[in-house]
């Protein structure tokens, strides 16, 4: 920040779609001052613009061809009432564990839109899958493949399946990288020709049906290169798929699913996704791939989450202790610690990742200095901004927010230093919804036995 006036202005597309400062300096976000929030739920407490959550929804579906196309990644982010805006958008859902899959039916989330991810899927999911007839369920190795044909049968069912598939594609924000990109633990290898045994297997299980192939090739990607060239390479599986085996089996595999990872812009400088660009060159290049091919192009589907959650969520935090650490002659850095930290962000610590924080109590006008955002955890790597120039007039019980926290902030909380979890609440047209309530010392103390 180079000014008071900078850091008091919000970035439009970094902040929810209805977060606006007013007249006095209080930021609301769909018409709620932020600072009642923290009155009535306490801090911190992960805040959701619903509607900017179901507009995103909107885009994707709009982007990708329809809903059924689009299956909300609940890795990123999912509750009850998330599942229940998930379905009322007309968007599917993919799940990565029995967790999420009992949330997402305990919202009456219809079983029939489910995709079940996941690399090490225990018989009791797979059985739960079956049961409950999730829609597909995505193969990750041969051992899950055995397992799956033999539950199903127990379960006098046939399970429809999708083989993931390593493309030897690494994307990451705004570059990909074409490499073997053998060594990790998704998926069957396309260059060894496993991925071709696993659809071959899977035509021939009395139990399973193929539907599809599925790939992912990274995280924060904006542009539809890196999926493409992945498109490209799992369509030529798709076309050695239809030529070589069972013509009546391999009809039925007719959906190309390219994973999630399109990216958000977390900081002021980083530029946002252009969805509709970005759908509409990769639905392009798919199809005219498929046309090279000589085979009926598939029925593209994506898995976003980040870029649906992440963008309409902000977390706030009230402003404790503030302390001048000398550096070196020339450098002073000011650390601003606030009451949570890396229990329910940890992806600073982890990934290194930058936030745009703002005070949301007030207007803010005192000159900027070298500041930090420390958490209240015992631990020096407990950072949330790491090196921004920040007024000086910020003082102890202000409000301060960070933006795009949606994704992967409290789906990846945790107690340490046995912090309790934050309450999350949505909000709409100026009324607050919780959502999840605030954990309790009683929370903690009722796990012991």
């Known amino acids: 920040m180079t000014s008071a006036d900078a850091f008091n202005e919000l970035p439009a597309h970094v902040w929810p779609r209805n977060a606006c400062r007013q007249e006095d300096g209080v930021i ?11 009155e009535e739920f306490g801090s911190p407490v992960f805040v959701v613009d619903e509607d900017d959550f179901r507009s995103r929804c909107q885009d994707m579906a709009r ?35 029995a967790g999420e899959l009992a949330i997402a039916l305990a919202a009456g989330f219809p079983a029939e839109r489910i995709t079940a991810h996941g690399n090490n899927k225990s018989a009791d999911f797979l ?55 053998e060594d990790q633990k998704f998926g069957f290898s396309l260059a060894s020709g496993s991925a071709f045994a696993a659809a071959r297997a899977s035509i021939n299980a009395e139990n399973l049906r193929l539907v599809g192939l599925h ?41 190309l699913d390219l994973g999630g990872g399109y990216g958000i812009a977390y900081t002021e400088a980083e530029e946002a996704l ?26 593209v589907m994506v898995e976003p989450g980040r870029a649906i959650v992440g963008p309409s969520t902000v977390t ?22 606030v009451d949570g930290g890396m229990s329910d962000n940890i992806r600073p610590a982890l990934y290194g990742s930058e936030y745009d924080a703002r005070v949301v109590s007030r207007f803010v006008d005192g000159e900027p200095v070298a500041s930090r955002v420390v958490g209240s955890h015992c631990e020096s790597g407990d950072i949330l901004i790491h090196d921004q120039q920040y007024p000086d007039d910020i003082k102890p019980g202000d409000l301060v927010a960070l933006a795009a926290t949606g994704a992967y902030c409290y789906a990846m909380s945790s107690r340490y230093n046995q912090f309790t979890r934050p309450a999350v609440v949505a909000v709409r047209a100026g009324l607050i919804k919780p959502m999840l309530r605030r954990e309790t010392i009683e929370d903690l103390l009722a796990l012991e036995v």
Do not use: M
Request: charged share 25%; aromatic share 6%; net charge negative.
């Open 63 to 97: 982007a990708f061809g329809g809903g059924e196309n689009v299956h909300y990644a609940s890795k990123a982010f999912l509750t009850k009432t998330i599942a229940r805006w998930v379905d009322e958008e007309g968007l599917s859902l993919d799940v990565a564990s």
């Open 215 to 255: 790939c992912h090739v990274g995280s924060q990607v904006f542009d539809a290169d890196g999926f493409a060239l992945a498109a490209e390479r799992v369509l030529g599986l798709l076309s050695r798929i239809h030529a070589e085996l069972d013509a009546d089996a391999a009809a039925t595999v007719n959906v």
């Open 127 to 181: 059985r739960s899958c079956v049961r409950e007839g999730v829609a597909q369920v995505v193969l990750d190795s041969e051992q899950e493949l055995e397992t799956l044909d033999w539950i199903a049968a127990r379960e006098g069912r046939i399970q429809e399946v999708l083989i993931r598939v390593k493309p030897g594609i690494e994307a990451h924000t705004h570059e990909f990288i074409a490499t073997s990109h």
């Open 274 to 299: 252009d969805v509709d660009a970005v759908a509409t060159e990769l639905r392009a290049k798919v199809a005219e791939h498929a046309q090279s091919l000589g085979i009926q192009t598939p029925k």
């Open 28 to 38: 609301t976000v769909a018409g709620v001052p932020l600072p009642e929030i923290v």
């Open 316 to 337: 706030i935090y009230e402003v404790g202790t503030i302390k001048d650490v000398h550096v070196d002659d020339d450098t002073t850095r000011r650390y601003i610690s």
